[in-house]
Each structure stands twice: as C-alpha cells, then as structure tokens.
C-alpha cells in the first residue's frame, strides 16, 4: 500500500481506480528546483565557478581524477632531466660537473621530494603552489646552467627552457594562473641572465 498526500493507493498503478496520475506528476517534480538552483556560470578572467561550492566540488574531483598523471608527469620529467647530464660534457665541457650539481644534486632530488610530498594526508588541489614549483625547479636549473656556462654553450641552452615548459603545461595539470605565473617567472629568469649575468650577443638573444 503506498500512501501519497495523506491518501491511501493500493495497488500503485494505473490499473488501479484510485490511482491519481496528477499525485505522481506533483511527486516527481519535487526535486526540481535542486538542479535549478545551481549555477554553473564561470567568471571570465579567473576561470572560477561562481558558487563557491560547486568551485569546490569541481576542484577535488579535477584533482583525484588528475594527481596520478601529476606524480607521474613530474618523477618522469626528473629522469628525464637527470639523462640529458649526458649532453652536459659535450655542450658546456667546462662545467660539467657544476651542471651535474644543479641536475642531479638539486633539481632531480628536489622533484622527487614534490611527488613524495602528494602522498601525505591532507595534500590536496589547494597546495597547486607547490606543485608549479615542481614546473619552476627544472627551469631555473637551466637558467643557473647558462648563468656559468661559456659560449657557445650558454647560447644553445635555451632550448632546454623551451622543452621543459612544454612538457610541463602540457601534464603537470596545474590551475591557469599557476602555468602562467611559472612560465612568466621561468623566462623572466632568463632575460636576465642572458642581459645582466652572463650576458649573449643581442642577434643570437633575439633569435632565441
């Protein structure tokens, strides 16, 4: 027996005389006004859900669905910037084991540190910060490369900028303002190397 507005129905079904389709339509539109109040309007310039909530609940979804290509992305890109150390002897022979230092002393440890720290209770999208590190680490590490390195090392090096900024927009997943912020701050660093610290002919700066 069900009971619909305070009524008695047995049987539930248009078979029945006493079934009242009108009860049932008014039944199953009840829960329509709970889609009807969401908004799913995004703010132009910051990309953001206008409810906060629903900003919340699209970033921890986006964040479980992503986080495993992360941490694969970011330990992959640190092997494969600790073997191009390969290159190191052939293209800037004078500073190879400075560039080993940076590489493979500090970059590669420092990215494996970064995947080792999504691990812990508690990390979640809100520590995107950290994560745009990890984009930064292997930029800077070049950039410190060129900044002691001689010609016509230092002029050559630039494309590993390039490589590493495109690796990283493309899979380390991170909110638009973070990739942008990190490859502003990446090339900025070079502009000043390659003008203040280590300074390149202006032709070979400009093709670059």
Known sequence: MEYIDNQAVTGGGPGNSDWNPQRHKHKSNDLAPVDAAVDYTMERLSLRFRQPEIEHRYNEDNYKRQIGLTRLAIALGAVIFGLYSVVDPIIIPEVTYEAWAIRIGIACPLLFTIVAATYLPGFSYKHQGLLSFA????????????????????YLYYSGILIILSYANCLWRLRYHYAVISTGFTCLAYEYVALFVNPIPTNILINN
Do not use: K, R, W
């Not at 984009?135 to 016509?152: D, N, S």
């Open 135 to 154: 984009m930064v680490i292997p930029g800077l590490a070049v950039v410190g490369m060129i900044a002691v390195a001689e010609a016509p090392g230092n």
